[in-house]
């Protein structure tokens, strides 16, 4: 077998691994994009946990025929990059929708992707951009169950200084 055959195939295990690992992938079209601009992107990336990256339409083809994942055939056409979201469903979609409104490009677009193994079109990609994530979630649940404990306790320490006080 020839080098390049083994490398290509190296590039879809490599693929599929990402694929199973991931809670969803973003589908982002970036022609037009400068070179500062996909250094800031990536390093944005890294900074939020997410996996972006460059991959040929066909290897990505491949990788989603052998694990019978349907749906993105009309996305792969183009120029694409990949962004891999691994914790948090909504993770790849709000960072690359924050990436796209704070500097204000037209250049980068997200097209869709998956939602776990099943595909999810432009419209979902951008809502779930706007979900908060699960962190947020948690955080805004404990901040319900605290609230009303610490309520109960200011309550109970007034009643107390007011039996004190008499």
Not at 134 to 140: F, I, S, V
Request: aromatic share 4%; glycine share 4%; with cysteine.
């Amino acid at each position: 077998m020839s080098a390049n055959l083994e490398a290509k195939k190296q590039v879809v295990a490599d693929i599929i691994e990402k694929l199973q690992n991931c809670e969803s992938m973003v589908v982002v079209s970036y022609s037009g994009l400068t070179v500062e601009q996909v250094t800031q992107l990536r390093k944005n990336c890294r900074e939020n946990n997410v996996h972006y990256c460059v991959l040929k339409n066909r290897l990505v083809a491949r990788a989603l025929k052998e694990l019978n994942i349907e749906g993105l055939d009309a996305l792969l056409e183009g120029p694409n990059a990949f962004v891999f979201g691994e914790k948090d469903v909504t993770a790849a979609p709000k960072m690359i929708a924050s990436f796209i409104d704070k500097n204000k490009l037209t250049s980068l677009e997200i097209k869709g992707g998956l939602v776990g193994k099943e595909f999810a079109d432009q419209k979902t990609m951008k809502e779930l951009a706007a979900t908060p994530s699960k962190e947020e979630l948690l955080a805004t649940m404990v901040g319900c169950l605290v609230s009303p404990v610490s309520a109960l306790v200011a309550v109970l320490e007034q009643i107390a200084e007011k039996k004190e006080a008499a």
